[in-house]
T-cell receptor, first 115, second 115 residues
Framework: AQSVTQLDSQVPVFEEAPVELRCNYS??????LFWYVQYPNQGLQLLLK??????LVESINGFEAEFNKSQTSFHLRKPSVHISDTAEYFC?????????????FGRGTSLIVHP | DTGVSQNPRHKITKRGQNVTFRCDPI?????LYWYRQTLGQGPEFLTY????????KSRLLSDRFSAERPKGSFSTLEIQRTEQGDSAMYLC?????????????FGPGTRLTVT
């Protein structure tokens, strides 16, 4: 079975500063990796995903994540955060099996951007 | 609005009562998933459907929990004889059969409070 660890429950940062949200996973087989974002009072939205190919994936709003197989990590980064990035971020891992994908989520990291 | 919708958004009930939640997935999505999310945790998978078939239900929390998707469109999640420990956010997500990625589209959730 796979598992996901998000070590930081809360990450406070000032606006325009860089940020890294850490995610480590464990699995005995190849995985798909995702970052979801949850804004207050909203559902989870997919931020970015790694399926195969280039280990660096990017989102449309400036976030990027790098798949590191040797370290079993998929950390999320942004070089300069905005107030509007304040949200809960969830890392998830899924193993494709028979066409179904049941992701396992980490407990989430609350990103708090201060002015 | 073509996203995943859930009703009601909030439900307050007394211990011992039965509750039912509804999820309407994105219309062309044939897979539907239910999750529970408690404070400070990521979504916890409960069950999922492909069309009207419930393909995984072993992770429903107890026999008080049941889900249906009778016509392969909307789904309901019922909790019988609610307990205070059932208080949580219940999330629904959908995905197309051939998503190629396993990414899911989440609804806003139904927040259940058991008093």
């Amino acid at each position: 079975a796979q598992s996901v660890t998000q070590l930081d429950s809360q990450v406070p940062v000032f606006e325009e500063a860089p940020v890294e949200l850490r995610c480590n996973y464990s699995s005995s087989v190849s995985v798909y990796l995702f970052w979801y974002v949850q804004y207050p009072n909203q559902g989870l939205q997919l931020l970015l995903k790694y399926l195969s190919g280039s280990t660096l994936v990017e989102s449309i709003n400036g976030f990027e994540a790098e798949f590191n197989k040797s370290q079993t990590s998929f950390h999320l980064r942004k070089p300069s955060v905005h107030i509007s990035d304040t949200a809960e971020y969830f890392c998830a891992v899924s193993v494709p099996s028979g066409g179904s994908y049941i992701p396992t989520f980490g407990r989430g990291t609350s990103l708090i951007v201060h002015p | 609005d073509t996203g995943v919708s859930q009703n009601p958004r909030h439900k307050i009930t007394k211990r011992g009562q039965n509750v039912t939640f509804r999820c309407d997935p994105i219309s062309e999505h044939n897979r539907l998933y239910w999750y529970r999310q408690t404070l400070g945790q990521g979504p916890e998978f409960l069950t999922y459907f492909q069309n009207e078939a419930q393909l995984e239900k072993s992770r429903l929390l107890s026999d008080r929990f049941s889900a249906e998707r009778p016509k392969g469109s909307f789904s309901t999640l019922e909790i019988q004889r609610t307990e205070q420990g059932d208080s949580a956010m219940y999330l629904c997500a959908s995905s197309p059969r051939i998503s190629g990625s396993g990414e899911q589209y989440f609804g806003p959730g139904t927040r259940l409070t058991v008093t």
